[in-house]
């Protein structure tokens, strides 16, 4: 699957803006965990999700980049 359509399975289309669909919080962590791509989008939607999985994270950048965002997160 191409990341639109990852994406697609774990946005709730009917919240306004792009929102992960609450139930399915863990699912798109663990996808988050196999592709990048849908790790850094995650972390721009909810940075939270990635952080409360059980997912773990093994590059250190992505750490870091996790680490801002959810201080960016609190910030907003």
Same mark, same amino acid.
């Given at each position: 699957? &191409?990341? @639109? #359509?990852? /994406?697609?399975?774990?946005? &709730? +289309? /009917? /919240? =306004? ?17 196999? &592709? +990048?791509?849908? %790790?850094?989008?995650? /972390? !721009?939607? &909810? =940075? ?5 999985? $059980? !997912?773990?994270?093994?590059?250190? #950048?992505?750490?870091? @980049?996790?680490?801002?965002?959810? %201080?960016?997160?609190? $910030? $907003?």
């Amino acid at each position: 699957m &191409n990341f @639109q #359509q990852i /994406m697609s399975l774990v946005i &709730n +289309p /009917m /919240m =306004p803006g792009r929102q992960l669909a609450w139930q399915l919080r863990e699912e798109a962590a663990w996808l988050a965990a196999m &592709n +990048p791509q849908v %790790f850094r989008e995650i /972390m !721009t939607i &909810n =940075p939270e999700v990635l952080l409360q999985s $059980d !997912t773990a994270i093994h590059d250190q #950048q992505l750490k870091e @980049q996790l680490v801002e965002a959810l %201080f960016e997160f609190y $910030d $907003d």
